[in-house]
């Protein structure tokens, strides 16, 4: 599904486009060569790979997959992928071990606990925030967004006067919340992250999970920050 001029969505559970447990999953036409953004729980790899062919993208112009963060529905397919296209995968720094299963968050595990199985793929490039990642004619700015987990990051697209901007889940459209309370999440650091995507004044976002915003994005982060900071929140993640 092409969403703007070089950006597809290209898997998503929620939407029906590939495997239930797979999050939304992003492409990026770079001019000659693919970029990815997520690879989705593994159970839709080959559904995604026939979205892309069918869009007239080839699987093997992909050439790196970034992560937006460690959890499972969102690295599940590093390693089918890499099998298939041969591409490179890239991540924050400080989550490298979770993702090549050798970390203490027991993401696989929980996993498991879903009915969920697939091999961790390794991690070919540590990222860090403020680093800038060239991939063919596009420039991909990584923002260190802390929070949902330690390494979670977004990624940015200054492109023509607009700024786009993949937020897993750091951020979604309409103010929606995602998992408060998990292994590795911090509350404060949350908070401080949607502050920064504030000061980046967005005009689209590209989540993790739900819908995408083509325009507008900023008033959406608002609303975000709204909740992130009503008293409710901090008595829901104190809880237990």
Not at 15 to 42: E, F, H, K, R
Not at 83 to 97: L, S
Not at 116 to 130: K, M, Q, S, W, Y
Not at 161 to 186: E, K, M
Request: aromatic fraction near 6%; include cysteine; hydrophobic fraction near 40%.
């Amino acid at each position: 599904m092409k969403l703007t001029e070089r950006i597809y969505l290209i898997g998503g559970g929620a939407y029906g486009y590939s495997a239930p447990d797979d999050c939304n999953m992003y492409l990026v036409d770079c001019g000659g060569c693919l970029a990815m953004v997520d690879t989705g729980g593994g159970g839709g790899v080959s559904r995604v790979l026939g979205n892309m062919r069918s869009m007239g993208l080839d699987p093997e112009a992909l050439e790196v997959a970034f992560l937006t963060h460690c959890h499972f529905d969102h690295i599940g397919g590093n390693h089918g992928l890499k099998e298939a296209t041969g591409c490179e995968i890239a991540a924050h720094e400080d989550e490298v071990e979770e993702i090549e299963g050798l970390g203490g968050l027991s993401l696989y595990e929980m996993a498991l606990e879903r009915g969920l199985r697939f091999e961790p793929g390794r991690v070919d490039i540590a990222l860090r925030g403020g680093q800038r990642v060239r991939i063919g004619e596009v420039d991909f700015e990584v923002v260190h967004t802390p929070g949902h987990t330690p390494g979670g990051i977004c990624l940015l697209i200054r492109e023509e006067g607009v700024t786009s901007v993949f937020t897993g889940d750091t951020a979604a459209a309409q103010g929606r919340l995602g998992w408060i309370n998990g292994p590795g999440c911090s509350l404060p650091d949350w908070k401080g992250s949607i502050r920064r995507l504030l000061e980046l004044g967005p005009d689209r976002i590209f989540p993790g999970h739900g819908v995408f915003v083509l325009s507008g994005a900023v008033d959406h982060l608002k609303l975000l920050d709204e909740k992130m900071n009503a008293p409710w929140i901090n008595i829901v993640t104190t809880v237990g």
